[in-house]
């Protein structure tokens, strides 16, 4: 780099002086190149950058950019700029110019880069001064044309202009397939892609799922497409339109254009990124239900609860919930659903999350996180019915701790002080100890005294006669009045508790005189010291004394008197009636209670109780009607005699108890609802109370109001009024009056609307009811407003009387009082009563039209119809005379009328004078004597549906049978045909489907009016009828899609889904469906109408269609596909395509495929290919045409062998035209090679290979039936001396190389057949049969060729001369002794053929072949043909049986020989291994006792037979499932030979799966067993050590660690070391483990860090507390030093027998330390010298006073004191020359010491004493010159002149101080 920066600067200065230009540019150039050339060196000889090169060339890039900057630069035409030089100037003239004026400028530029003539193009884009000069601009204008060549399909240019450009073209490919978003491009490259398999197997799976995808929604899209373009009159058009510009926006789609010719879809680089859940996402919306279980249950969940689908989420649930069941998985419509996929995936919102979760829990399936947090769960439970029901589904809950459910919520409810709720839930699931012992837990009782009260409570209330659980329910109680003592009666007395512990005592077991005792064996609780309970009965004496009395003499007894005795006189508590439960009263006579009284014992109540007998009022004033009601029949209305009477006097009872307490709400609705019950009208009770109520308001508006008085006022009043007062009733009307206005004006409503006209109704109603008036106060206010409008409404929405109204039209104003009498002039009266209202307002309009004729007449029709008898009959003829449909609905109101018929003259009196002619055609009887019956009305049906009068049949069916289905299915025909709403039809039709099974499951209990069977009759007409009034192909696929899936609809109709299929198929074709097959639909002529299809499709050449049609017809397709096959080969012939040999054999492959795929006759197949075969020989000739009629001739031959019964004649005769055309072929090859070079004839042939590598593909020479054994015979084989020559040389020549390497290739059955067809005699065929007869015996010496027969002769008389020695096989011993097989001599016949097989030229690897099968099968004792007939799988398992020590020899040559498959071989190997190590075993499961090494050498043997190791160790695995269970030796070795297959190979897959097989034997069968000594051979087999850890781990558990440190067990030394490092790593603290491993495998260096670690324990130990405190227990001071002497001694030794000097020197220098520590310490000296820190390490070394002690401590610490300092500080200082002697003798004195020393002696002040020493010091130096100069510096002269004056060193010195 400094050079090349050198380099750039001299060019930058050189550039800016003119007279160095030309140097400058020289220097340029040169560095120029040379930088050039850096980088090209770098690219040729680097396939890839690493980062320093990429790092480099940069570098070099920059400098080139740099210097770029220098170069000679060419004048540009600027856009801007105007020229001012020629533009031709100076530019070179283009060859091509000429051409490319005629050209465009795309076509310029496609044509240079087609011909590498870029530049030139930039030259000639230059002159014309186009931006295409840019080589950039070119380059983008080149990469459209690609795209461009790639709309057209031209792969070939494009390509070239990509590889021209310099682009890598596999790379564009990919790059334009994966962005583009132009289909037809993509799926072209696509398949271009596909066939030279560029696609990772990842692209190849994406590009898949986008086809999927644009299938799947454009298919949706289009169908959308279509029918929007039929008007619909529920879609509002701004709706269509935004939906259609969000898909516009995304497929990009014009208006103007055809949807189908779009080419914009996915691009593929998206859908890269996609994971498997987001492609199943994108799918999932576009899929049926039936394909739903496919796909992966958590994308599904996602997609369902995303959309709500609330049915097919119920749906999947019910199957989740089955799943808990034995149902198998293949019965499963759904995914299988897990808990954790709902928890994860739901995406629904939380009202739905919670209904799916209520669902699940109701069947006892929760979220784990429910599961653990209790509130949650208790939150869940609460939303399916709480924790108290019936069946709580909590079976299988169990906490962490192993808690039920029950338990859990026991434990919440104490946490939470929940006590009541806790007592319910206990009584309702009757828990108690015996049945939950939770409830008996001693630390809850403790924590929550209330529970054990609460515990025993429940108790006694189960059993009420044991007094004992009363005494324990007590002590409970007194535990909650004394939470800090344990609760007994002591305890009671002790805290001043002294009744109740009477009280308690009372139910002990024996009484108070049992408690008292003073007894060691009586329970505790109940124990009572006497001295306590006398000072606790101190304020109550009497009882004192009665229990305690004053001891008379000790003579005298006490007399025994006892609290019974003291309260017999008492008569309420009577002992001899009453404690006769407890023991202790003696006075209790034998009737006296047993049990403790209650209020509810029955004796009790029969004595003393007083009853009252409630009746319904009593009910009525609580509020509570059905309680009422039930009085009331018990008690009264069963025991009346007049019911209706008793009835309605209770009810105005009722009514009267309603209105007194008008004011309370509960009682008022509960005499409504009794009234009600007794089915009276409580219309009067509902309105008077509302009015009372309206009053009582009224009138207690003020505060000061006296509301009670006011109340009873009211009652009073209303009480009257249930009298009948008229003055009262008129009274209540003036205050309700005014209570109303009052209302409106509160409410601020305006004061004449039509809300406050709303609430005078109520007034009215009141009116009514009382038969009073009606108000006129509303009226009268409007006429004083002139609003005439609310005036109207509210008279005539109320019916007022005319008279009424027309009295208050004078308080309205002169105008509109003329215009209200004008329009009241003739008002007529209005009925009354809701009913009539209700018929006036239902009347429709056609019905008053129709009857407006007969309205005159209408009442004396109806009072006629009431004097006849039978009078709805009679109505409805009277209908069909007058044509009055009225009359028909009054009639069906008739008490007996038949809905069928009404509706039947409904019909037929609504519709025109035709249609109900043809309807009554059938009729024959009078229409007065006629019975409507079901078939009228099927008929009426057919005749209105045909004529599409389907309103009036709705309308019909509405009045007389609005329950009925069949309006269902008239609403469906109606959406259908009318409104094209396919979808809402389907729901209907859904609908009824509903329906109808609702109608045949309750036909069973109750005959309906209309039978289901008419109904499916009629449904099935109308679904026919409607297929045939479709008008376009279009309605008629939208009707069958709807009714595919309800085919059971059509009883005796069409095959609904053929021809939905069919019309699918049609759906975009101009072929419509003939209606013939709807209406007369048979198997014969849908078959015939497809037929006609199939012809009409045929002929517009639409052959797919057609397919699908015969496919769905069932017809057969031979001649459909052989002439879509002709109509694409004449295709590919005019568009010239054929001529081209690649087309043609692409052709023929596919013409293949198409015949396989659509499975057409074999015999159809082989006619054309042969047919073909013929016309490919008349019409061409030459190499090409002979090829091709072979492979014409080879797939007719494959698709003749391939019938049932192989024609072998025909067979044989295809065979020999093959065989003709492949002699001709290789004689054409020669002549071609004689007239042509070489080099040539390969060129021209390089792609002609392809038509004998397919007839290769296809040949059916193995065919079994031309294989058989007498082709083989020598009887028809012609000899030398029989054959013909029926071909020429050239031929003869040709087939004699042809049948050579059919030889070679081991086809000996077809080389034999090929010289029968042609007669030809070939000397290797001969021999090789010849050799195959000897063998088997077929053919004795007689029987010979004489050819060969001389051949032998004369190999014979070649043996016998001496000097010819002939090489002789000698077989081995038979292995059995089995029968002998008479053959000739061994020796002559192995002599033959191997004189044969020598002779034979092509062929020899058979003749070896059956050479060795001879030699087998002498050994096996069976003949030749025994063993060439059986397979080589059969003979190979025999030789491994053997067991010989040889076998595997033999085993090699017979597999190389036979050319067996690695896969058979090593199954046998496999199958052998298995065998022998189960019969080693012998079922024991432990192999004998023997040599494992030699037992494995053999079995690895075996496995050496496979070339694959890999395939072995696979075949091993699989075995392992066959091995009997028991058999643990056999499988442990067979995964040690299987690993070891896999290490060979390095197969990382097979290792793990042994690993993963090793860990499970261990663990489930081994260790159990404990079978640890093929623990140990496994682990030490498979050598693993760092992965099989978990071994160690259980011999170390196991106590059997000791038995992997047996010698020999580990020869190749890893297992040692394995466990080493299991111990340091797993077992850091088991020392002992670890010296016991390095001592048994005499790892002394191990050892020896094992002794030194343990050393260095010990010092951290000293050092772990301060040094003082270790030197006040001197004694454990030294034992600690003494044992890390010890430990370091031995670690110094260890370390030296294996050669670690380093350690073992500082181990020994760590010694030395120490010693000279515990020396110290013997010696009293209390320096610490162990455990040193480096910064106290000099201090230490000074204040030693021995150079050897100093020595030692900076040596164990490795550290270089500064000797300079200390013998300054010994010697100079302190005077101790001893210590420089020590020095002297260890070390030397160097110069620089002395120096030093010098220096630190000028630093201080010296004193005599200190410059004495270092005079002294000075004569220790033994440089002359130093010692004269450092005493010449301090001043020492004397010292100096002696040095001058001595002899020996003052002529050195002078000399020195001369120079």
């Known amino acids: 780099m400094p050079a090349l920066d050198l380099l750039c600067s001299a060019i930058r200065e050189s550039y800016s002086e003119p007279q160095s230009k030309h140097f400058s540019e020289q220097l340029l150039n040169l560095t120029l190149s040379f930088l050039n050339n850096q980088i090209k060196e770098l690219f040729i000889h680097t396939e890839e950058l690493d980062e320093h090169l990429q790092k480099g060339v940069n570098i070099l890039t920059s400098y080139i950019n740099e210097l770029r900057t220098f170069m000679i630069k060419f004048p540009w035409k600027l856009t801007d700029a105007i020229d001012e030089y020629d533009v031709h100037e100076n530019v070179p003239k283009v060859k091509e110019s000429n051409i490319w004026k005629k050209l465009s400028f795309e076509e310029v530029i496609a044509n240079a880069i087609l011909n590498n003539r870029i530049p030139e193009a930039q030259t000639f884009f230059r002159i014309d001064s186009h931006s295409a ?85 454009l298919g949706h899209f289009q169908e959308n497409m279509q029918i929007q373009s039929f008007p619909r009159y529920w879609i509002k058009e701004q709706d269509f339109f935004k939906h259609k510009s969000v898909l516009d926006s995304f497929l990009k789609y014009d208006c103007k254009d055809e949807f189908n010719k779009q080419n914009h879809r996915i691009v593929l680089n998206w859908a890269l990124w996609w994971d498997q859940l987001t492609q199943e996402s994108i799918i999932l919306p576009r899929i049926s239900p039936e394909e739903y279980k496919s796909y992966s249950p958590e994308a599904l969940w996602r997609y369902l609860t995303a959309r709500h689908d609330w049915l097919n989420i119920i749906l999947w649930i019910g199957e989740f919930q089955t799943q808990h069941g034995y149902t198998s998985f293949q019965q499963n419509k759904w995914p299988l659903l897990t808990i954790d996929v709902i928890n994860q995936n739901t995406s629904c919102n939380n009202y739905m999350r919670n209904e799916i979760l209520d669902k699940l829990a109701r069947n006892g399936i929760f979220l784990a996180s429910e599961l653990e947090d209790f509130e949650c769960f208790l939150l869940r439970l609460s939303r399916i019915g709480g924790v108290i029901q019936d069946t709580l589904p909590v079976q299988n809950y169990k906490t962490k701790e192993g808690w039920d459910f029950h338990s859990q919520f026991i434990l919440y409810c104490l946490e939470h002080s929940l006590q009541h709720l806790l007592y319910v839930y206990l009584d309702c699931y009757k828990l108690s100890p015996e049945n939950c012992p939770f409830l008996e837990k001693k630390e809850l009782h403790e924590a929550h005294p209330w529970f054990e009260f609460l515990v025993q409570c429940r108790q006694v209330a189960s059993n009420l006669t044991d007094p004992k659980l009363i005494f324990q329910a007590s002590l409970a109680n007194a535990q909650i009045l004394i939470p800090t003592n344990q609760a007994s009666v002591s305890s009671m007395l002790l805290e001043g508790h002294t009744l109740l512990a009477l009280a308690t005592t009372m139910y002990s077991p ?58 017999q006189s008492l008569s309420p508590f009577d002992p001899s009636r009453l404690f006769g439960w407890q023991s202790a009263n003696t006075l209790a006579i034998g009737d006296a209670w047993s049990h403790l009284p209650h209020f509810s014992s029955p004796d009790l109540v029969n004595k003393y109780a007083v009853v009252e007998r409630l009746n319904f009022a009593y009910y009525l004033h609580h509020g509570r009607p059905s309680f009422a009601f ?148 509303y009226l009268r206010e409007c006429a004083k407003a002139n609003d005439w409008l609310q005036f109207i409404i509210h008279s005539q929405l109320h019916n007022y009387h005319p008279a009424e109204v027309k009295s208050l039209i004078q308080y309205f104003s002169p105008v509109i009082q003329d215009h209200l009498r004008l329009a009241f002039e003739n008002l007529p009266l209005v009925p ?238 101009s072929i419509a469906i003939n209606h013939i097959i709807i209406t007369c639909y048979s198997i014969e002529n849908f078959q015939h109408e497809c037929k006609s299809i199939l012809e009409r499709l045929q002929t517009d050449g639409q052959f797919a269609l057609a397919r699908r049609v015969a496919e769905l017809a069932e017809l057969p397709v031979d001649n459909l596909v052989i002439k879509e096959i002709t109509q694409e080969m004449q295709t590919l012939k005019h568009i010239e395509q054929w001529s081209l040999k690649q087309a043609r054999i692409d052709f023929w492959k596919k013409c293949h495929e198409n015949f396989k795929k659509h499975s057409i006759s ?79 004839r390969q060129i021209s042939t390089s792609g002609e290979l392809s038509f004998d590598s397919l007839a290769r593909e296809f040949s059916f020479s193995k065919l079994a039936a031309l294989n058989t054994s007498k082709y083989l015979e020598l009887n028809s084989l012609p000899s030398k001396e029989t054959c013909e020559n029926r071909l020429d040389w050239k031929e003869q020549e040709s087939l004699n190389f042809l049948i050579g390497r059919l030889l070679d290739d081991g086809c000996v059955h077809e080389a034999s057949r090929v010289c029968r067809y042609f007669h030809f005699y070939n000397r290797d065929v001969a021999l090789v049969l010849h050799c195959r007869a000897l063998a088997s015996g077929e053919a004795s010496m007689e029987d010979l060729h004489p050819e060969i027969h001389a051949l032998l002769q004369s190999a014979e008389l070649l043996e016998e001369e001496p000097d010819i020695p002939l090489r002789r096989v000698h077989s081995t011993s038979s292995l059995d002794s089995q029968k002998f097989v008479t053959v000739p001599s061994s020796d002559e016949v192995v002599t033959n053929l191997e004189v044969l097989t020598s002779k034979c030229l092509h062929g020899k690897n058979y003749c070896r072949q059956v050479l060795c099968l001879y030699d087998l099968a002498k050994e096996l004792g069976c003949s ?236 951290k130990l000293i050092e772990s507390q301060p040094w003082e405190d270790s030197l006040k227990d001197g004694h454990q001071l030294k034992q600690l030093l003494l044992k890390a002497l010890t430990l370091m001694l031995d670690a110094a030794e260890s370390y030296a027998k294996d050669s670690c000097v380093r350690q073992a020197q500082h181990c020994q220098r760590l010694t030395k330390l120490i010693t000279l520590q515990i020396h110290f310490l013997n010696t009293g000296q209390n320096t610490m010298l162990i455990n040193l820190g480096r910064h106290k390490l000099m201090d230490c070394i000074l204040a030693l006073p021995r150079f050897y002690q100093a020595s030692i401590v900076a040596e164990a610490y490795d550290f270089v004191p500064d000797w300079a300092e200390i013998l300054y500080q010994q010697v100079i200082l302190k005077g101790d020359f001893n210590y420089l002697e020590e020095f002297k003798q260890q070390r030397l004195l160097k110069s620089s010491i002395f120096e030093e020393i010098s220096k630190k002696y000028k630093q201080h002040q010296p004193t005599d004493m200190v410059m004495e020493n270092l005079k002294k010091l000075l004569t220790y130096c033994e440089d002359v010159y130093l010692y004269y100069k450092l005493a010449y510096e301090h001043k020492f002269y004397e010292t100096v002149n002696v040095l001058l004056k001595d002899p020996q060193t003052g002529c050195c010195l002078k000399d020195m101080l001369a120079g």
């Open 1162 to 1240: 074999s015999k159809a197949a082989s006619s054309f290919f042969s047919t073909q075969a013929h016309v490919a020989c008349e019409h061409s000739a030459g190499w090409s045409s002979i090829e091709e009629r072979h492979l014409l001739l080879t797939l007719a031959g494959h698709w003749l062998a391939q019938e049932d019964v192989v024609p072998l004649d025909k067979l044989e005769e295809l065979e020999k035209q093959i065989w003709l055309c492949r002699i001709t072929q290789h004689t054409l090859g020669r002549n071609q090679e004689e007239t042509e070079p070489k080099f040539s």
């Open 1424 to 1659: 030749y043909t025994d063993v060439a007939a059986q397979d080589g799988e059969a003979m190979l398992r025999e030789i491994l049986a053997s067991q010989q020590p040889d076998r595997c020899k033999r085993a090699q040559a017979f597999i190389s020989t036979q050319g067996l498959k690695p896969d058979t071989v090593a199954e046998l190997v496999a199958e052998e291994v298995t065998r022998e190590l189960l019969t080693s075993s012998q079922g024991t499961g432990h192999k004998q006792m023997f040599n494992p090494t030699e037992e494995s050498q053999t079995f690895l043997q075996l496995t050496t037979l496979c070339q694959d190791h890999t395939l072995v160790g696979m075949k091993l695995l699989d075995k392992i499932s066959s091995v009997p269970h028991g058999e643990l030796s056999c499988t442990t070795e067979l995964l040690i030979l299987a690993h070891h297959c896999f290490t060979l190979t390095c197969h990382m897959e097979g290792i793990i799966r042994v690993l993963q097989a090793a860990r499970m034997l261990t663990d489930n069968h081994l260790a159990p067993s404990e079978e640890y000594g093929l623990v140990v051979r496994l682990l030490t087999g498979i050598g693993r050590y760092n992965e099989m850890t978990y071994i160690f781990d259980l011999l170390h558990k196991k106590h059997y660690f000791e038995v992997l440190m047996r010698k020999k067990l580990d020869p190749s030394g890893t297992l040692k070391t394995a466990l080493l490092d299991y111990i340091k790593r797993c077992r850091p603290g088991d020392s002992e483990k670890h010296n016991m491993i390095a001592l048994c495998f005499s790892m002394c260096r191990e050892i020896g860090e094992n002794h030194e670690a343990a050393a260095r324990i010990q010092l």
């Open 510 to 567: 024996g009484g108070v005189s049992q408690v008292v005792q003073n007894e060691e064996n009586e329970n505790c609780l109940k124990k009572v010291d006497p001295q306590l309970l006398k000072m606790a009965l101190t304020p109550y004496p009497k009882l004192k004394t009665a229990l305690f009395p004053q001891c008379t003499p000790p003579s005298v007894l006490p007399s025994d008197i006892t609290l019974y005795h003291l309260i």
């Open 133 to 217: 000069q840019k080589l950039e601009e070119l380059i983008g204008i080149g990469l459209n044309l690609v795209f461009d060549n790639l709309k057209k399909n031209n792969i070939k240019e494009a390509s070239e202009l990509l590889k021209n450009m310099g682009f890598d073209v596999k790379g564009q490919l990919l790059k334009i397939c994966f962005y583009t978003t132009d289909k037809n491009i993509r799926d072209f490259l696509v398949e271009i892609l596909k066939e030279k398999n560029y696609f990772s197997e990842k692209e190849k799976r994406t590009i898949d799922f986008v086809h999927q995808v644009e299938k799947l929604y």
């Open 832 to 1069: 009354t009563s809701k009913t009539d209202i209700n018929q006036v307002c239902n009347k429709s309009s056609q019905e008053l039209q129709g009857s407006k004729e007969v309205m005159t007449d209408l009442f004396e029709i109806l009072l006629q119809c009431s004097e006849e008898p039978d009078s709805w009959h009679w109505l409805l003829v009277e209908a069909v005379k007058q044509q009055a449909p009225i009359l028909s609905v009054l009639a069906s109101c008739l008490q007996g009328a038949s809905a069928i018929s009404c509706l039947c003259v409904w019909i037929i009196t609504s519709v025109e004078d035709s249609v109900a002619t043809e309807a009554m055609g059938r009729i024959q009887d009078s229409i007065e004597d006629h019975t409507w019956n079901l078939e009228d009305l099927s008929v009426i049906w057919r005749a209105l549906l045909t004529r599409q009068k389907s309103k009036t049949l709705i309308r019909g069916f509405q009045l007389f049978f609005k329950d009925s289905p069949l309006l269902l299915v008239m609403e469906m025909y109606e959406l259908c045909m009318f409104f094209k709403n396919y979808k809402e039809a389907e729901a209907k039709l859904l609908e009824f489907q509903e329906s109808l099974e609702i109608l045949n499951t309750a036909a069973t209990k109750v005959h309906p009016v209309i039978p289901a069977m008419w109904l499916e009759d009629q449904v099935c007409f109308l679904l026919k009828l409607m297929l045939q009034q479709c008008k376009t192909p279009y309605e008629l696929g939208k009707l069958l899609q709807l009714f595919v899936e309800r085919e059971h609809l059509f009883s005796d109709g069409p095959d609904v889904k053929k021809l939905y299929v069919l019309c699918q198929i049609l759906k975009d074709t």
């Open 630 to 777: 039930g009085t009331f029949l018990v008690q009264e209305l069963i025991k009346s005699k007049t019911p209706k009477q008793l009835i309605q006097q209770v009810g105005n009872e009722a009514y009267v108890i309603g209105l007194s307490s008008f004011h309370i709400p509960s009682v008022g609705a509960a005499c409504v609802c009794f009234l009600e019950l007794l089915g009276l009208d409580s219309l009067k009770l509902r309105v008077d109370m509302k009015v009372a109520n309206i009053i009582l308001r009224y009138k207690c508006r003020n505060e000061d109001a006296q509301y009670s008085f006011i109340r009873e006022s009211v009652a009073e009043k209303l009480s009257k009024l249930a009298d009948g007062e008229k003055a009262t009733t008129e009274e209540l009307l003036v205050l309700l009056e005014e209570g109303t206005w009052n209302s409106i004006q509160q409410q601020e409503i305006k004061r004449l609307s039509s809300e406050s006209s709303s609430q005078w109704a109520l007034v009215v109603q009141f009116c009514r009811l009382h038969d009073m008036k009606l108000s006129i106060s």
